[in-house]
């Protein structure tokens, strides 16, 4: 069997290679409104291409924002079915300045295929619907599969959220199985066996009613600024832990053996150095950076503004300044609950001189992922079969919001068989995706469809 589904793929290289290029044509940037028509083109060419591998009841479903796109092929009812996620949306590509190849003009080089989305998450969603292919050409699907391919991911999902919420029964599988994290590298496979949740909130500090002259004004009225740089750099204390009364309440506390464990990791500190070139790691004393990014909730400022940025210099006291501060959180935070902690913190840390908003933006809930589980035992045996060593479970330290929800809504839980680098510059200029892993990634995933399968069978 492996033998027939290596030999498909193999002949079909080239062109599993062009389709994926045809994909990552499409500027399907979900936070931009201008964009709106792309979404709609790439959910359909997204369905035209599930019909042909294969499926059948390819359905695209409008949103209040970006298309939904649903596809499903029922073998058996006596079989295991399979729900495969993924988003065909993308980060905006600025600063464009920065790539070294037009972000929405693939490019293959040294190996790599350079382009928005090669990673995340177009890359790694199309690998299922060409493995789907291939299991259909080769006779070899031992699964039902149920596809959701959305356009919102990078936007926090909201409108799926509501729509796996009015279409629960249609949804219904045995496990939910995503490409969109990363693994360490080809020699060290991992699986993630976590994700963290996230609370976005947008400030605004308000001081006078216009910018002011800095000469006539400054000095006697709060700069908003000046404020606002302080109330952020209260947030972290001389240990860089977090200030926020009650944020780390309900903190999962991991045993020794545990982080032990997570920490028998490989990571080479003097690399991530150098490839970030940075002279020194930072982060919450008495954690490793493994922890830092894996089981520790983070505070950080993902973009600031306030006043002149243009060339030169222009005296002036801002009338306003503004931050978008984004939270990381771990097993038991409560995205919403953090939200409002920051939100009490955060007004009252500012001065009568200033009046102070704060607005929640968006959330997602934190994931475990148990490793006892036959879904995560078929995930490690598959990548066994290909890359000839046994995963590494790894806390994965970005969030993929549906996934908790996937639990809550319909009770299944996930298994994220990722085929990304860490390197990969997702979200970043230059981001790609290795040739290598993308086919890893095809010939993979049929086997966790035939262990899945078999292990389920075994335990009836
Ligand atoms: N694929 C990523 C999430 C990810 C990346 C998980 C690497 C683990 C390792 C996903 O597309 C993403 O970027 N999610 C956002 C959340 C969203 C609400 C904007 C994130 O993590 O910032
Ligand atoms: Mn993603
Ligand atoms: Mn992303």
């Known amino acids: 069997m492996e033998e027939k589904i290596k030999k498909y793929i193999e002949k079909n290289k080239q062109r599993f290679l062009d389709e994926l290029f045809e994909l990552l044509r499409y500027p399907s940037v979900s936070a931009a409104p201008e964009h709106r028509?792309?979404?709609?083109?790439?959910?359909?060419?997204?369905?035209?291409?599930?019909?042909?591998?294969?499926a059948s009841h390819v359905e695209l479903f409008p949103t209040q924002g970006?298309?939904?796109?649903?596809?499903?092929?029922?073998?058996?009812?006596?079989q295991p079915t399979i729900l495969i996620y993924g988003h065909y949306d993308v980060q905006p590509p600025e600063p464009l300045e920065l790539w070294q190849t037009p972000p929405f003009e693939p490019t293959l080089l040294d190996g790599k295929i350079f382009a928005r989305g090669a990673c995340d998450d177009k890359g790694q969603f199309y690998m299922h619907v060409k493995a789907f292919e291939t299991m259909m050409q080769t006779n070899t699907l031992s699964c039902n599969v149920k596809f959701i391919i959305e356009g919102e991911e990078e936007v926090g999902s909201d409108n799926l959220a509501q729509f796996v919420n009015e279409h629960k029964q249609r949804l219904l599988a045995d496990i939910v199985l995503i490409s969109d994290t990363a693994m360490i590298s080809l020699e060290t496979p991992s699986i993630d066996i976590g994700l963290r949740g996230l609370a976005y909130v947008e400030v605004e500090v308000v001081g006078p009613n216009r910018d002011l002259h800095s000469g006539v004004y400054g000095g006697a009225v709060a700069n908003p600024a000046i404020i606002l740089a302080k109330m952020i750099a209260s947030l972290h204390d001389s240990n860089n832990h977090i200030t926020i009364p009650g944020f780390y309440d309900d903190v999962e506390n991991l045993t020794e053996e545990d982080r032990d464990l997570l920490n028998?990791?490989?990571?080479?500190?003097?690399?991530?150095k150098r490839d970030l070139t940075i002279k020194d790691?930072?982060?919450?004393?008495?954690?490793?950076?493994?922890?830092?990014?894996?089981?520790?909730?983070?505070?950080?400022?993902?973009g600031i503004w306030s006043g002149y940025i243009g060339e030169g210099a222009k005296t002036v006291l801002p009338s306003i300044a503004s931050a978008k501060i984004s939270m990381r959180l771990v097993p038991n935070q409560q995205s919403e609950k953090i939200a409002q902690a920051f939100k009490t913190h955060f007004e009252k840390l500012?001065?009568?001189?200033?009046?102070?908003?704060?607005?929640?933006?968006?959330?997602?809930?934190?994931?475990?992922?148990?490793?006892?589980?036959?879904?995560?035992?078929?995930?490690?045996?598959?990548?066994?079969?290909?890359f000839g060593k046994r995963p590494i479970p790894v806390r994965g330290g970005g969030s993929i919001p549906i996934v908790a929800l996937f639990e809550k809504i319909l009770g299944i839980k996930t298994i994220l068989l990722g085929f990304?680098?860490?390197?990969?510059?997702?979200?970043?200029?230059?981001?790609?995706?290795?040739?290598?892993?993308?086919?890893?990634?095809?010939?993979?995933?049929?086997?966790?469809?035939?262990?899945f399968s078999e292990m389920k069978s075994q335990v009836h």
């Open 264 to 272: 028998k990791a490989p990571f080479d500190e003097e690399g991530y």
């Open 37 to 54: 028509q792309d979404m709609v083109n790439t959910a359909k060419h997204v369905a035209q291409k599930l019909t042909d591998a294969g």
């Open 350 to 386: 500012a001065p009568s001189s200033v009046s102070v908003h704060v607005k929640v933006l968006h959330g997602a809930e934190p994931v475990v992922i148990p490793t006892n589980s036959i879904a995560y035992q078929a995930a490690a045996k598959a990548i066994q079969t290909t």
């Open 66 to 78: 970006h298309p939904i796109v649903y596809a499903e092929k029922i073998i058996d009812a006596t």
């Open 420 to 451: 990304g680098l860490d390197s990969d510059n997702l979200h970043s200029p230059n981001e790609k995706f290795e040739v290598t892993n993308y086919f890893k990634g095809i010939e993979t995933i049929p086997m966790f469809y035939r262990y």
């Open 281 to 302: 790691i930072w982060g919450e004393n008495g954690y490793t950076t493994i922890e830092r990014t894996g089981i520790r909730p983070t505070l950080d400022i993902n």
